[in-house]
């Protein structure tokens, strides 16, 4: 049994002192009303840039001015609608040097021809989730970058990571909580770590990609991916539904892409400390060495104590001590190839359990204790074999080590992946084409629980057809053949239309099939381990999806809105047996359906935004109801636990660029469903964050102040139980905050 007793200094005054940052917000935010009234009432002109290269028009390159951008389309043409007076744009095209240049905005409409330079490809490829091979551009925009195309990946921009990395530079999980529809959710109450829900799906649905590239495992259940630095991320790609046709079986509720930064942007250092005793060291580098060669590489030192926020004998809150090393290599012989190279370590033990030495009610001591080691390699070639036709190569191996423990018991597992596919895009007039092969192998192997351990090996061909009949629509089909060693052979097919009538709307309306591989990692298990689970024989989750997502633009203005179903039939769940747990697939289908919105809305030096998601989501769960003589199983539909019905968010920022940056958010969250605990729904809460900024030359000075009203869960419902569950869990689900209120302070340097 490992020892976890820890000792913690408790830290004065955290909530007088994140008070009065949130005070301070609201009366500087107060000031630039009377300047920004003159501003709305200014004319506005029409710029359209044309762009090409040797008088051949390029489309598909990302044009910026200010707080709006666009891409070209086919006939080389952007265009723009801004207020008068003069206006930079900075032209980013694929394998040509970025352009910029300064215009005067009149009234009426100005045309402005922008003839490109070819440059040499400075190493930098990244592989989007929606299979495009772009390169990075140098300098990101300052709003979310949108690419017309039929698949609805959603980009988290420039502003949301400084605030990540402000709040929690050891962490990627508040970028993710900034989407709609998406929710991070704590796995246990102990060191089982958080999951990624898209949608109101199981975490194990989300499949998480690092640069195109299944770094982090197959599937995320059975590891922390959330524990990954933002200092080196550059954006931030989703996709929410059924994404069996492009991801294979492990993707029903959607995909999360972590796309790194170039090496042509500056380096970077964050030390942060925190009023629960954390401290964060993240330092990253990068470094051109000759027009052919780049690197860039990311370290990181991260700490926390445990603590008894509530008194109750148990840590809520996690004690942890992580190590994470990642170099990444590029390199380009020129602008038709290049490749790019990444690997990876992380070291991790976290604690927690009973607190010092308080114990149980059954008066023993527990620990929940979890010691993970990473590692990873992998790399992306693009090799343009002729003007229409490309060829990428993409491949990854992983392996985890992990120990948990659950009370006197512990645990091992080994979990490796390897992965491989190569694809060939090839463009033909209005017509796209895409197809390749991939081979996925997952092994997990439970050293103590032998008879939960699997080894999925799925051969697949993949093809995809991107139509454009017209300049403002395309229609995409594509299809995808598994051949699955344990569940059998499928095909996940996938229709998509994109509509842009005009430049201010556009529509898309999608459809799609998939399947899911079951293993014994679920959010429940990953709460109690395997040893109480019996086994049973698993068969395949089918899903089928349907979404209309409809976007505006309007000036400033940004308005998404997304409607979406999707059914799972033969779902996983957890059946309860007297004192035993089996894992089998009901009958019944389980159903997601909802509403997701966002809207954002900037106006120098303010920037609003606001998201809203409604979740309905049911599941079957199995009983059994027992007699005299008799024992027979029955099947009752409920709401999925751990969803809530609506969430809201709502962010106010003023910011003067390069001087100081101030903002407050506030979210809501509705209702939730549980299912271990004699309360049937949770108590709605509201929680608000505080963030500060100030340039001094090359230094950012920071402070943030999360959940200043405090919230935390045992403030409604004990989290500690009285009696240990079927499963030997000693706490309830984590429904609501646990580390309460919580400020960070800390220096940002970019040289």
Do not use: C
């Not at 992990?402 to 190569?422: A, C, K, L, N, Q």
């Amino acid at each position: 049994m490992k020892n976890s007793l820890h000792t913690v200094i408790r830290p004065p005054s955290a909530r007088t002192f994140a008070l009065a940052i949130f005070t301070t917000s609201f009366a500087l935010l107060g000031v630039p009303r009377a300047a920004n009234a003159q501003t709305t009432q200014s004319l506005t002109g029409t710029i359209i840039l044309h762009v090409t290269a040797n008088s051949i028009p390029i489309s598909g390159a990302t044009i910026a001015a200010g707080t709006a951008n666009s891409v070209t389309d086919r006939s080389g043409n952007a265009k723009f609608t801004l207020p008068t007076g003069r206006r930079t744009f900075r032209v980013i095209p694929v394998g040509y040097s970025p352009e910029s240049l300064a215009v005067y905005v009149g009234v009426g409409t100005t045309n402005v021809n922008v003839p490109l330079r070819s440059a040499p490809a400075l190493p930098g490829v990244v592989v989007a989730t929606t299979r495009d091979v772009r390169r990075v551009p140098d300098a990101p925009t300052s709003r979310p970058m949108t690419t017309i195309r039929p698949t609805n990946a959603a980009v988290t921009d420039r502003d949301v990571l400084d605030e990540q990395s402000d709040g929690s530079p050891g962490s990627v999980s508040d970028l993710l909580m900034n989407a709609s529809g998406v929710r991070v959710q704590a796995l246990s109450a102990g060191s089982a770590g958080a999951g990624i829900r898209i949608r109101g799906m199981p975490s194990r649905y989300t499949k998480i990609l690092s640069d195109g590239l299944p770094l982090y495992g197959a599937t995320p259940e059975g590891l922390d991916p959330l524990q990954i630095p933002a200092i080196d991320v550059q954006r931030v790609e989703l996709i929410k539904g059924v994404t069996s046709a492009l991801y294979g079986p492990s993707a029903l509720s959607g995909v999360v892409n972590l796309v790194s930064a170039p090496p042509t942007s500056p380096s970077e250092a964050i030390v942060n400390g925190t009023t629960r005793q954390g401290l964060d060291a993240t330092i990253w580098q990068t470094h051109t060495f000759t027009p052919r060669w780049a690197a860039t590489l990311v370290a990181a030192r991260n700490s926390q104590n445990s603590d008894d926020l509530d008194g109750d004998g148990w840590a809520e809150v996690t004690g942890y001590k992580r190590l994470l090393v990642r170099p990444r290599v590029y390199w380009s012989r020129s602008e038709r190839s290049s490749w790019f190279m990444t690997g990876g370590w992380t070291s991790e033990n976290r604690w927690s359990g009973t607190f010092e030495k308080a114990r149980l009610p059954d008066f023993r001591t527990y620990s929940d204790d979890a010691d993970t080691r990473h590692a990873d390699v992998g790399t992306v070639g693009r090799i343009q074999l002729d003007s229409n036709s490309l060829l990428t190569i993409r491949a990854s191996t992983s392996r985890a080590w992990r120990t948990r423990w659950y009370g006197e018991e512990s645990e091992r597992d080994r979990r490796s992946t390897i992965f491989t596919e190569v694809s060939l895009k090839k463009s033909l007039g209005e017509h796209t084409l895409v197809g390749g092969a991939a081979l996925e192998r997952d092994q997990y192997v439970a050293l103590d629980v032998r008879n939960q351990s699997y080894r999925f090996t799925t051969p697949a061909l993949f093809a995809e057809h991107v139509w454009t009949p017209e300049s403002w629509v395309t229609v995409t089909s594509s299809a995808r053949l598994d051949l699955q060693s344990e569940i059998g052979d499928f095909v996940s097919p996938r229709v998509s239309v994109f509509a842009h009538p005009t430049e201010q709307w556009t529509a898309r309306l999608s459809a799609a099939k998939g399947v899911y591989a079951p293993t014994p990692l679920t959010d429940e298990t990953e709460g109690f381990g395997l040893s109480h689970i019996r086994r049973s024989n698993l068969e395949a989750e089918h899903a089928t999806g349907y979404s209309l997502d409809i976007g505006h633009v309007e000036g400033s203005l940004e308005l998404r809105t997304s409607v979406h179903r999707t059914v799972v039939t033969h779902p996983l769940t957890l059946r309860t047996s007297g004192d035993q747990l089996q894992l089998v697939n009901s009958d019944e289908p389980a159903r997601t359906q909802g509403v997701d919105a966002s809207a954002r809305y900037r106006m120098r030096p303010l920037l609003f935004t606001a998201t809203y998601s409604y979740i309905d989501a049911t599941r079957p769960e199995i009983g059994e109801i027992v007699g005299e003589d008799f024992r027979v199983d029955t099947t009752m539909r409920r709401v999925m636990p751990l969803n809530p019905r609506h969430s809201l968010s709502l962010a106010l920022a003023h910011e003067r660029e390069n001087n100081r940056l101030i903002g407050v958010e506030a979210r809501f969250v509705g209702r939730q469903a549980i299912s271990d605990t004699v309360v049937t729904y949770t108590q709605p809460y509201v929680t608000i964050d505080a963030r500060l900024e100030k340039h001094v030359k090359r230094a950012i000075l920071f402070v943030r102040g999360r959940n200043l009203t405090n919230v935390h869960q045992s403030q409604f419902t004990p989290l500690l139980r009285r009696a240990s569950g079927p499963a030997g869990q000693w706490t309830n689900d984590v429904w609501a905050p646990l580390d309460g209120l919580v400020v960070n302070a800390g220096l940002r340097v970019k040289y």
